[in-house]
């Protein structure tokens, strides 16, 4: 296995992961995070897409939920340190165009949306 795909190997996990990040006060009052869902994907994916423009953790904090809000999103993990959204998708529900467009309405830019071969689970 090449060591960047490692790495993304755990992006991955985290964003499965990882459901609650921080109950306290957002700077940016935006809602909850959303829990992630469990549903079985058809079509996994993962994608990585970097977003720009956001200030602090409520801005990934708003895009994350706008994220979950998507019909074929099964979990989002967005960070403002590194300015990217990692997202476990449906591809047989919704496509990258989407989620970029979705980064775009919750008020940020997003880059060029980059695949994460999803690994395989064995044992
Ligand atoms: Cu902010």
Wanted: with cysteine; proline share 7%; net charge positive.
């Amino acid at each position: 296995m090449h060591p960047l795909k490692h790495l993304f190997f755990i992006a991955v996990v985290a964003v499965g992961g990882f459901s609650v990040v921080a109950p306290a006060a957002f700077a940016c009052g935006v809602d909850k995070p959303t829990p992630a869902k469990t549903k079985q994907a058809t079509n996994p994916a993962n994608v990585v897409i970097p977003v720009h423009g956001m200030t602090c953790d409520g801005c990934a904090n708003k895009v994350q939920v706008m994220l979950m809000k998507i019909q074929g999103v099964l979990a989002a993990n967005v960070v403002f340190k590194t300015n990217h959204a990692a997202v476990y998708y449906d591809a047989a529900l919704v496509t990258t165009a989407e989620i970029v467009d979705a980064i775009k309405r919750s008020g940020y830019k997003a880059g060029v949306p980059k695949p994460v071969k999803v690994p395989s689970r064995k044992g």
